[in-house]
């Protein structure tokens, strides 16, 4: 068994490391829910300052040239753009996940007009299986959306399919799905893939271009750490520019936004799918919040990531050999950056856990989840972690009697 | 004619001359572009910097419930109400106004499902024209959009006219509406009223409660203040809370956000228009913004936007006798809280002024638009912009030689 020692000296190697110091975090505390919400980092910090105090503030109205306020959303979709192995000009920033994906799912359904049936994974996200239901109902003709288990999924593919829509890692198990077979297969029958990479972007390296998928979009509180309710982002590949329309169109995605005409006629390449403006200080958070990830690459992440998620598993399976079931998959292809644990008890012991400082979160019905993310984490903060969950199991007033681990300490 | 000194006076007796504190201006500068995008509070300022050091930072993930994000959108919504004559519980801030309207009149057409017109404003603003447009493509039946003089409404009124939608001030021209006038003819043929009251919340005093309209929707960025991009609000009357369906659903919408269900059940209330998170940054910069509002009435607001306005138009007429075309009504009943000024070369006459401090606005193709917002502004600064106004026409390099102005300057 790893020993904390042996944490700090994998510390002390770690060319992650310095990253650390760009994050606001408090002191005595370990949070494992950067899957959820990112924390502050110095770099939102001085951006949302300057939006406020020079943009706004001194620039006022003339900040939409000056500041280059109407590009924004362009220009940070192209910042964002190499994370998921997009290039220049196909990803923006903008509205939140939830409605940029009722303009891809909307446009989608209008690129396969004779097909009927829409695919989703049964253990989607509930608002993204809300809102293909609300677009296929929009749609003005039979849509059905198909609801399955994902490992089914070839089952499902035939030739009226126009679109599928998956999860890339499962916001409960941290399953990561192959999004470059599945999208081949789903190409295979003539239908367009739509991936959802809230829970991958940030975390997991991503190659949206190799992987020939069609649309994307991904929220950017999570890893990304833009703040509570930031802007989300969307791709789509180069191939249906000018092609998916926009089917909630707005005055910033006219080809000419100032000349007011009454009719409307979208801009070009992404422009053509902003609505409105999003919030110009939650764009700034979110640019000040990227600074970070130009300092390393998703390659070093990655490693530090697995490296961090295998010492989660293996510390919890030896010290509380049986106590929980590790729902998420060992294979490390198959995994996102977050370990879910499941016990009957769960909701429990993430209370009692978040009592002592160590920040998790419970997912119904019986999940306990912590995003490990090696921007901010530390080895030692894993094994701290795992020592104050022992503790938990051994002692909390959150737990029923029957389930208090009782081990021999040595 | 008024002179400076009297304005000066104007000023010292002006029952809201504090809460010009209340704001970050530059010296040297007259802001007359509040209409489109209002100035930085004090508020602002300090609420964002509560939400970013303390609430995210600190509370991280728990603050959805111990700085109660959750309800951030309602009870916002709440704060904002009295400024339109709205009541608790009938008014949220989220997304932005073009989302909102797709909100409002997808739910509308679904609630008068055997009539297939609707009507609009033909100067509306565009960004309203393309998503009533877009959203009646989405209805999934014939629905004809009527793009209208506002002037003719009543010839338009019949039983197939499903939802009037109009905008209370005209964004170019000033010219304010009889809200309760127009939603009473509306609803003689038993059509629904939706009011944009992006140039008026803020601005001039509402009474949606007494007007009995149906709905409303607005931007926060504008006389509110809530900083570039600011979420909007939208306001549904009692009556049609529960009965409006939402057709943009999201979890945050759903009657139990947190038991991750399958399938969508409205909550109840305005709860069930949120779709997901607005960004809570951009939440708590207007929070900030509308604290000014509850150190004053927007009756008293009205009396010197009135006062300000009469002023700007007088010193203009009597300055520069019939160089401009005064678009604004000099009817109080019939006025926002902006005066537009027609004139041929307007786009070079407000480049001079901004280089000489004076930042006003232009709209296509000949409209000089000066927004007179009562909070920060003094009678001194109307007087102020008029001279350099003056100024601008007898000298200016951006005029055309032929419309230089030659006084006899006293």
Redesign the interface.
């Known amino acids: 068994m790893t020993n904390r020692d042996e944490c700090v000296a994998l510390d002390a190697r770690d060319p992650l490391a310095a990253l650390r110091d760009d994050f606001?975090l408090?002191e005595g505390e370990i949070?494992l829910?950067g899957n959820?919400?990112g924390?502050?980092s110095k770099g939102?910090?001085r951006r949302?300052r300057e939006v406020?105090?020079h943009e706004?503030?001194?620039g006022?109205?003339?900040?939409?040239n000056s500041a280059n306020?109407m590009d924004a959303p362009i220009e940070l979709g192209n910042r964002l753009a190499p994370l998921i192995g997009a290039r220049e000009g196909e990803v923006l920033v903008a509205?939140?996940?939830?409605?940029l994906l009722?303009k891809i799912i909307?446009g989608s359904l209008e690129l396969r007009p004779d097909r009927h049936v829409v695919i989703t994974d049964?253990v989607n996200?509930?608002?993204d299986?809300?809102?293909v239901?609300?677009m296929a109902?929009?749609?003005?003709?039979d849509i059905i959306v198909k609801?399955i288990d994902r490992d089914t999924l070839v089952d499902y593919l035939d030739d009226d399919v126009a679109l599928v829509m998956f999860t890339h890692v499962d916001f409960r198990t941290g399953e990561m799905l192959d999004m470059a077979g599945i999208t081949a297969a789903v190409h295979a029958v003539g239908a367009l893939m739509l991936w959802d990479l809230a829970h991958s972007t940030g975390a997991v390296p991503l190659d949206v271009t190799s992987a020939n998928i069609d649309f994307a979009a991904g929220c950017g509180y999570k890893y990304l750490n833009g703040?509570?309710?930031?802007?989300g982002f969307m791709y789509v590949a180069p191939r249906w520019q000018g092609v998916l329309r926009n089917?909630?169109?707005?005055?910033?995605g006219?080809a000419r936004p100032?000349?007011?005409?009454?009719?409307?006629e979208s801009a070009p390449g992404m422009r053509a799918y902003v609505?409105?403006?999003?919030?110009?200080?939650?764009?700034g958070?979110l640019d000040g919040a990227l600074e970070v990830f130009e300092r390393t690459t998703m390659t070093e992440v990655r490693v530090k990531s697995l490296a961090l998620t295998d010492l989660f598993i293996s510390l919890v399976e030896e010290a509380l050999p049986g106590v929980f079931d590790v729902v998420t998959p060992r294979e490390h292809t198959l995994r996102g950056s977050q370990v879910a644990l499941r016990h009957e008890q769960g909701y429990g012991i993430v209370q009692a856990l978040?009592e002592r400082g160590v920040?998790g979160?419970f997912?119904?019905p019986d999940i306990c989840r912590f995003g490990l993310t090696p921007l901010y984490l530390r080895y030692v903060d894993v094994y701290d972690a795992v020592q104050i969950l022992v503790d938990v199991m051994m002692s909390s007033a959150h737990l029923d009697e029957r389930f208090i681990v009782r081990l021999a300490v040595t």
């Open positions: 606001v408090r949070y829910d959820s919400l924390p502050v939102t910090q949302v406020i105090d706004w503030g001194e006022l109205i003339r900040s939409w306020w509205d939140t996940l939830t409605f009722a909307g049964a996200f509930h608002s299986l809300y809102i239901a609300a109902r929009l749609a003005g003709r609801t703040g509570p309710g930031a802007p089917p909630l169109p707005g005055w910033l006219h100032f000349d007011f005409e009454p009719t409307y609505t409105s403006s999003p919030s110009v200080l939650a764009l958070a978040i920040i979160d997912r119904a």
